[in-house]
């Protein structure tokens, strides 16, 4: 799939939506949920135990969510002028990604998502095949607020797993399925109505 098609496939499946966890969350609200990782929406793991609880609820949800052994696009996104992906986010040797343009996406979200707080996005792209227990690194980078944003999309199922350091934001494909995911992870949402 080349830069282009990564973004087709993208738009085919999420609409106007940026491939950036919380972007999503905004665009796509009837289609989203957020998981904790921790009991008592605690955010940062602070030992092993906790450690092995998020990645045990970010497995099972990342495999709810997107299925296991599915092939995915793993979208990566960093702040700041740079277009070089550096060897912290993730191990070279192990993923190969793609610098995406950013307009490659929606030319009219360039203004407003192109001068953020944080500078402005670079967004990179990697195929990837998802298995419980692969990204568990990535996970907890996210998890200790070390790494991310990142998105795994899988568009065939125009679904989503987006972890952030204190939970996950999911997207599925239609309203519907997130009804019966609030069942099937109740014990792992917020408390508060907006779901945060």
Not at 137 to 143: F, Q
Not at 173 to 186: I, N, P
Request: aromatic letters at 14%; proline letters at 5%.
């Amino acid at each position: 799939m080349t830069l282009q098609t990564i973004a087709e496939a993208w738009h085919s499946s999420f609409g106007p939506a940026m491939p950036v966890g919380y972007l999503c969350r905004t665009t796509l609200p009837d289609r989203w949920m957020r998981i904790h990782s921790l009991p008592g929406s605690k955010r940062y793991p602070d030992s092993e135990a906790e450690r092995d609880e998020v990645l045990r609820r970010q497995n099972d949800v990342a495999c709810y969510v997107l299925g296991e052994g599915s092939e995915c696009i793993l979208f990566i996104t960093q702040y700041g002028e740079s277009r070089y992906w550096p060897d912290y986010y993730l191990e070279r040797s192990r993923y190969t990604a793609e610098f995406l343009e950013l307009n490659r996406f929606a030319p009219e979200y360039v203004q407003s998502y192109d001068k953020g707080l944080n500078g402005p996005l670079q967004i990179f792209a990697t195929h990837q095949r998802w298995h419980a227990g692969a990204f568990d690194s990535l996970i907890l980078m996210c998890a200790d607020g070390t790494g991310g944003p990142y998105l795994f999309a899988n568009i065939d199922r125009r679904s989503a797993f987006a972890p952030y350091d204190g939970g996950a934001d999911l997207f599925f494909s239609t309203s519907d399925a997130v009804v019966e995911a609030r069942r099937t992870f109740s014990d792992w949402l917020s408390a508060i109505e907006s779901g945060l």
